[in-house]
């Protein structure tokens, strides 16, 4: 399984950012994914999730408002549109596949697959 995630760079506040991740490995339109984040020095925290047909979608708080997310079940692909960006979004952005069956999407321990990370830097 390989979850590529790619998009991530260095970016006024105020700014935006598209982060996308292509998958391989899994039969992607079964999958809820979502994206996790991890700040220097900070535990990894949730940030986004959709279901698989993309009707369902969870944000954290701290990015409502601002992030959407997003997936093509034909590009095998999940996005991540973030708007607004504030330095505390600086952080190494994971995309992820959940476990098949999963209720909460909001922690780690729900995730069967992790991808690589992309790092966004947001300047002040």
């Known amino acids: 399984v390989q979850l590529q995630a790619y998009g991530g760079g260095l970016v006024q506040a105020g700014g935006s950012l598209r982060l996308s991740c292509v998958s391989s490995?899994?039969?992607?339109?079964?999958?809820?994914m979502g994206w996790f984040r991890q700040a220097p020095g900070k535990e990894r925290m949730f940030v986004a999730s959709?279901?698989?047909?993309?009707?369902?979608?969870n944000y954290a708080e701290s990015v409502k408002g601002r992030f959407t997310i997003s997936r093509d079940n034909d590009e095998y692909t999940v996005y991540l549109q973030m708007d607004t960006l504030k330095p505390e979004d600086t952080a190494l952005y994971y995309c992820v596949a959940y476990r098949r069956g999963t209720r909460f999407y909001n922690t780690s321990n729900s995730v069967g697959y992790w991808g690589q990370g992309t790092l966004v830097t947001v300047s002040s």
């Open positions: 959709i279901t698989d047909t993309g009707r369902f979608r």
């Open positions: 490995g899994i039969t992607f339109r079964v999958y809820t």
